[in-house]
């Protein structure tokens, strides 16, 4: 069973082919043969689980069942799950028992679905290869030396090897797309405001967004069914209606117009990736649609930008986590300053000091203005390039990462490794959708073409991501090591 797309098991449940509680009690036996080696779980929660599971039954039993009851998936573990341990991968929450569920995950409980556990992730969502997590780093499945992308790395790996079929990610600067990228799976990345960010652990709130993370496109689909719409308790939450994001999978591609923006194939660009890409395209020609070299000119700016408003919201949305109110405590504080230094210093991992420090400086008195002030001003040139952009092309596309995954150790300084996201992180500056799907590999390691709309396109890029997976097989395809743990 663990070969099959989310929408395979759907049906294979639906057909009572398999209950929920077999089917549930089958991943759970394979998290348990894989997890010592690719640690792509913090918390498996298998009591909760199978009870899930057996709810799911009844449901279907009684003719009270939807399209996803009873189908098992993993959450990234930043999303707050009532009566589980919500640490965002971080010391600071190791012992954080959250007492309510994130928007999202009341979503999928009420569509029936069965929680298998939580998934690693860097901590407090800031990296790009899932090295900075407290309970370790994780490990690729389709080379266990490699690094699965990040944060959401413990997701893209725990579908790419089989041991679930679907997972939650985030996506703050591409924490959806490069995972899935290096993992050779699909992810989602919708619009900012399509999906609510109650209950999901904040990095930088204008930035961040929840996404489906899965096999294929029309899984993700599935998933953005469930999960899009509006959250009166997320002030962020857009106020428009949901579509039926099947609906249009299958519509044709012919006189699609599809932009290469020439800044995504320049220096920096792995050949072997940007090959990849460049015969994906070609089969979206030869689906019907037409290319044309497009121009984001301020996409330099994106890196810095990025790195001087994400950090600025951080330290700022971090400030809470103090020791005090929740979360990590130190002993025998000496006094309140010393509680404050202490617990913060001895909760929080490198990176996201790293960050804080300077979060706090862009924002302080002197410096606000000539770095803050100015990044959201770069920002909104990047979001006019993209609509701009759109104006002649329905989609853009390209490389999802500049290279394959790397070595785990591989990048000691922060510089290379920010610049691994160099293509995701102006699609969260300007609030636009975006979807990676496997379309190629470099050796044994995978690539990702990246797809991207306007806003609100979602159905559009996975109708794209559809097409182009009816049409290849790159998504179908599994790693060894997924095939050794059978």
């Known amino acids: ?80 799950t009532q009566g589980v341990k919500t640490s965002c991968g971080s010391r600071m929450l190791d012992n954080f028992i959250a007492p309510y569920d994130a928007h999202v995950v009341e979503k999928l409980k009420a569509a029936g679905c069965v929680s298998l556990g939580k998934t690693n992730m860097d901590e407090f969502a800031m990296g790009s290869s899932n090295e900075n997590s407290y309970y370790g780093a994780v490990k690729n499945p389709w080379d266990v030396t490699a690094v699965p992308g990040g944060s959401s790395g413990g997701s893209a790996a725990a579908v790419a090897a089989g041991i679930t079929p679907a997972a939650l990610g985030t996506d703050t600067g591409g924490s959806i797309r490069q995972p899935a990228a290096f993992c050779g799976i699909t992810g989602l990345k919708p619009t900012y405001g399509r999906v609510s960010r109650y209950g999901m652990i904040a990095y930088a709130s204008s930035l961040d967004q929840a996404g489906p993370m899965a096999r294929s496109a029309e899984d993700c689909a599935h998933l953005l069914n469930v999960m899009a719409g509006q959250d009166l308790r997320d002030s962020t939450s857009v106020a428009r209606g949901v579509p039926d994001y099947t609906e249009t999978l299958n519509a044709p591609l012919s006189g699609l117009k599809i932009g290469l923006p020439k800044e995504y194939f320049g220096d920096g660009l792995d050949p072997g990736v940007e090959k990849a890409v460049r015969e994906a395209v070609k089969i979206y020609e030869a689906l019907g649609a037409t290319v044309k070299e497009v121009s984001l000119p301020h996409t330099h700016f994106a890196i810095p930008a990025y790195y001087v408003i994400a950090p600025a919201e951080a330290s700022s949305n971090l400030s809470r986590f103090d020791g005090v109110r929740f979360g990590h405590r130190c002993d025998d504080p000496q006094d309140l300053v010393d509680l404050y230094k202490r617990s913060r210093a001895e909760g929080f991992g490198d990176e996201v000091k790293r960050r804080i420090l300077i979060g706090t400086h862009t924002l302080s008195e002197g410096f606000f203005d000539a770095y803050y002030t100015k990044a959201q001003q770069v920002r909104r040139l990047i979001r006019q390039d993209f609509l701009d952009a759109f104006e002649d092309v329905d989609v853009l596309m390209g490389p999802a990462s500049p290279t394959p995954a790397f ?3 591989a990048k000691k300084d922060p510089v290379s490794m920010y610049l691994q996201d160099i293509y995701t992180i102006a699609v969260n500056l300007a609030g636009i959708p975006g979807i990676s799907v496997p379309a190629g590999r470099v050796g044994h390691r995978p690539v990702g073409l990246q797809i991207l709309g306007t806003h609100f396109a979602e159905a559009q890029l996975l109708n794209v991501a559809h097409q182009f997976q009816k049409a290849t097989d790159w998504h179908q395809q599994r790693p060894s090591f997924a095939e050794e743990k059978a």
């Not at 929920?20 to 918390?43: C, D, G, M, P, V």
């Open 1 to 80: 069973m663990h070969d099959k797309t989310l929408t395979q098991v759907a049906a294979a449940l639906a057909s009572g082919e398999v209950s929920s509680r077999e089917l549930t009690a089958h991943y759970l036996k394979r998290i348990e043969q894989t997890n010592r080696q690719l640690n792509s779980f913090i918390s498996v929660t298998s009591e909760q689980a199978l009870q899930q599971a057996d709810q799911a039954d009844q449901a279907r039993a009684s003719g009270d069942a939807g399209l996803l009851t009873g189908v098992p998936l993993a959450l990234k573990d930043i999303f707050c």
């Open 407 to 409: 070595d785990i150790g």
